[in-house]
């Protein structure tokens, strides 16, 4: 075969250049944005994180303050129990419904199921824990038969601290598994179904197929959503400082990490014992990540 001629090689390149043109412009946007709200925060975090105003470099003096405070390990003890909740549901339900909604055989009826697992995404943040106030408090909740049912009569009793774990974790569950329902179900769909149709020519059932094909091809999304959760439960903050504020003090302000974050810089006016915090929870959120990502082989190919 004859080589290409200078004139077939330079559209070639041409294409290749504004191709290269275009996926810059996508991704600008993104750089700037995480440069100005991730790159710059996360360093002043670290600057403040060893230093103090008094003394300039303090060393590890901020982090020592933080973990000898007496509500420090309070926190993390109710952080430790909520990630342990929320996990686990989120895995296992997820997971779970992914596969029934994968496994549905009415398009019409896996399309509605679809917009029901997506809907309560609508509703996040503080307005989705104000509705869930509203549908803890005995008095006026559409579910009151069933929380009086429960042994519940008053709102202090339903968000007793004990109890907060689960209805935290309910509450994310509401809010957040909806979306990775959909995209677990978006990766089951990318599985080729030759693959699937051998093995139920060979006579596998519904689970062998789920447990030995579909489960271990989900192990990547899987340990993405994961190390995503962590990142997001680890940072806990709107649900308890709203439950603190409508409990009138029967919840503390400095239930999770973030509290007492927020508490050690708008309320003592320490930013550098704040600041140590943050940085804390990075290195822990950045330490749950790697495992979880050699653990899945995120990286490796297929």
């Known amino acids: 075969m004859a080589p290409s001629s200078p004139a077939e090689i330079a559209p070639a390149q041409g294409g290749d250049k504004r191709r290269n043109a275009l996926g810059w412009s996508f991704a600008a946007p993104y750089?700037?944005?995480?440069?100005?709200f991730g790159i710059v925060p996360t360093g002043y975090a670290l600057y403040l994180a060893f230093t103090t105003s008094e003394a300039g470099f303090a060393g590890f003096g901020n982090f020592v303050?933080?973990?000898t405070d007496f509500r420090f390990a309070a926190a993390v003890g109710h952080i430790a129990i909520y990630l342990g909740f929320w996990l686990v549901s989120l895995t296992v339900l997820t997971v779970g419904l992914a596969l029934v909604l994968f496994h549905l055989?009415?398009?019409r009826l896996s399309r509605f199921v679809r917009f029901l697992y997506y809907l309560p995404g609508a509703l996040v943040g503080a307005s989705s824990v104000l509705l869930w106030l509203f549908i803890l408090d005995p008095a006026v909740s559409p579910v009151s038969w069933l929380l009086r049912t429960l042994g519940f009569d008053r709102f202090g009793e339903v968000i007793a601290v004990g109890h907060l774990p689960?209805?935290?974790t309910i509450i994310a569950f509401?809010?957040?598994a909806g979306g990775w329902i959909v995209v677990l179900y978006g990766a089951l769909n990318n599985i080729p179904r030759d693959?699937?149709?051998?093995?139920?020519?060979?006579?596998?059932?519904a689970w062998q197929i789920a447990r030995r094909i579909e489960l271990p091809m989900l192990r990547k999304w899987v340990a993405y959503m994961v190390i995503l959760a962590f990142a997001g439960g680890s940072q806990l903050f709107v649900e308890p400082q709203l439950l603190s504020q409508a409990s009138l003090g029967v919840i503390s302000n400095d239930y999770s990490l973030n509290q007492l974050s927020y508490t050690f810089a708008f309320q003592v006016g320490d930013l550098?014992?704040?600041?140590?915090l943050s940085v804390e929870l990075l290195v822990v959120s950045l330490a749950a990540a790697g495992i979880?990502?050699?653990w899945s082989g995120f990286f490796d190919a297929d």
């Open 195 to 205: 693959i699937i149709e051998a093995a139920r020519i060979d006579g596998a059932s």
């Open 174 to 176: 509401w809010t957040g």
């Open 292 to 294: 979880f990502v050699t």
């Open 31 to 36: 750089t700037v944005l995480l440069a100005l």
């Open 65 to 67: 303050t933080t973990f």
């Open 105 to 107: 055989r009415s398009g």
């Open 272 to 276: 550098n014992g704040a600041a140590a």
């Open 166 to 168: 689960v209805l935290f």
